[in-house]
């Protein structure tokens, strides 16, 4: 049976798509090209045929991941915005979920220290995300949902860190419990209190 030539496109997303593979099984820092090569079925010069350098890897990777996870953006005007927002991070974990990768990915030394331009790529990113947070707390506020002293900047800053330390956490647990379930549990511990304190009864 004669072989199906793939197209240089095909190629390159299953180049990203092993190294995604292999760096939730290997863990980034341990990647190499030679992995990715015999993954793919490929030689390292073809995987150089199709990335200059093994950043440019990188950075392809970052794309795809930034793509999962900045594609959900919330209009700030919803009618509930703290509904809305558990629905943002239940989606976010999702994506998480579907690619364990990412936690390795985003706290390894490719990211942080030898790749700037995927740093840049995921600063970005994260500052979307919680642009559009901040502008569902604010909204919150606006409808009395919000505690007046929570400052939506801060409230925004809370949540996103909390996703990354649970998502963090499942990783480091080795994905013992469900990341969507634990995530909004304790995202709603934290919304909850955000909220306008109830008056007490006399």
């Known amino acids: 049976m004669a072989r199906i030539r793939k197209s240089a496109e095909d190629r390159k997303h299953e180049i990203v798509m092993a190294a995604i593979r292999l760096a939730g099984d290997i863990g980034p820092d341990r990647l190499t090209t030679q992995h990715l090569a015999d993954a793919v079925g490929l030689t390292q010069p073809a995987i150089?045929?199709?990335f200059a350098t093994k950043s440019d890897i990188w950075l392809a990777v970052g794309e795809y991941i930034a793509k999962a996870l900045g594609k959900e953006q919330a209009d700030p005007q919803v009618d509930n915005p703290?509904?809305?927002?558990?629905?943002?991070v239940f989606n976010h974990l999702g994506s998480i979920a579907r690619t364990p990768a990412i936690p390795a990915i985003l706290f390894s030394r490719e990211l942080?220290?030898?790749?700037?331009?995927l740093r840049q790529h995921f600063?970005?990113?994260?500052?979307?995300?919680?642009?559009n947070f901040t502008g569902l707390f604010a909204k919150a506020r606006t409808d009395g949902?919000?505690?007046?002293?929570?400052?939506?900047?801060?409230?925004?800053?809370?949540?996103?860190?909390?996703?990354?330390?649970?998502?963090?956490?499942?990783?480091l647990e080795n994905k013992t419990f469900d990341l969507q379930t634990e995530g909004i549990r304790l995202i709603t511990c934290?919304?909850?209190?955000?909220?306008?304190?109830?008056p007490r009864a006399i």
Not at 123 to 131: I, P
């Open 123 to 131: 600063e970005k990113l994260m500052l979307s995300r919680r642009e």
């Open 145 to 171: 949902e919000l505690a007046p002293h929570i400052a939506p900047e801060d409230a925004a800053a809370l949540v996103l860190a909390t996703i990354q330390g649970i998502a963090m956490r499942w990783s």
């Open 48 to 50: 150089f045929r199709h």
């Open 190 to 198: 934290l919304i909850d209190g955000f909220k306008t304190t109830p």
């Open 82 to 88: 703290l509904d809305c927002l558990r629905d943002l």
């Open 112 to 117: 942080h220290v030898e790749n700037d331009q």
